[in-house]
């Protein structure tokens, strides 16, 4: 399977993303705080630093804390309806050349040993036969 250069791919969405977010302040009605801009800046930082290791869970968590960001200063009225349209559309577009380019994390392969043969479990031993010390009527003589 042909991978693509995954931070190469989302770099021209993130930026486009990032130049939008920058933006988002310029009307009077639809401002976001420097805190929450950095935050969607972090956001795209850690996309594309996922994206660029292969880690398609971590870039995929990653465009999810944008888009959670997203909903909620659209919500706040802190961004236009167009600013939020473009920043889903850029977010949805890197999550599909994700799902494209960036193979799935899998977990490293754990080496187990083999199971080691069971042995049976002990027996308990059943009731004495023969003389013993039990506390019948019959104390063995007869």
């Known amino acids: 399977m042909h991978v693509r250069p995954s931070g190469a791919v ?4 993130l930026s486009a993303a990032s130049a939008m977010m920058a ?3 310029s009307s009077p009605s639809a401002r976001l705080s420097a805190d929450v801009t950095n935050r969607m800046n972090q956001a795209l930082v850690v996309t594309r630093a996922a994206a660029d290791a292969q880690d398609k869970v971590k870039a995929v968590g ?3 804390a944008l888009s959670s960001i997203v909903t909620r200063e659209a919500r706040a009225g ?5 600013h939020e349209r473009a920043l889903r559309t ?4 890197a999550r599909r050349r994700i799902e494209l380019d960036v193979e799935a994390s899998q977990p490293a392969p754990s080496v187990q040993p083999p199971p ?6 002990p027996v308990a031993p ?4 023969g003389r013993g010390k ?3 009527k019959s104390k063995g003589k007869g």
């Open 78 to 82: 802190h961004l236009s309806d167009a």
């Open 10 to 13: 989302t770099v021209g969405i």
């Open 62 to 64: 990653a465009l999810t």
């Open 126 to 129: 059943g009731p004495a036969k």
């Open 116 to 121: 080691a043969k069971q042995q049976p479990a």
């Open 134 to 136: 039990g506390n019948g």
């Open 90 to 93: 850029g977010i949805a577009q």
């Open 23 to 25: 933006g988002c302040g």
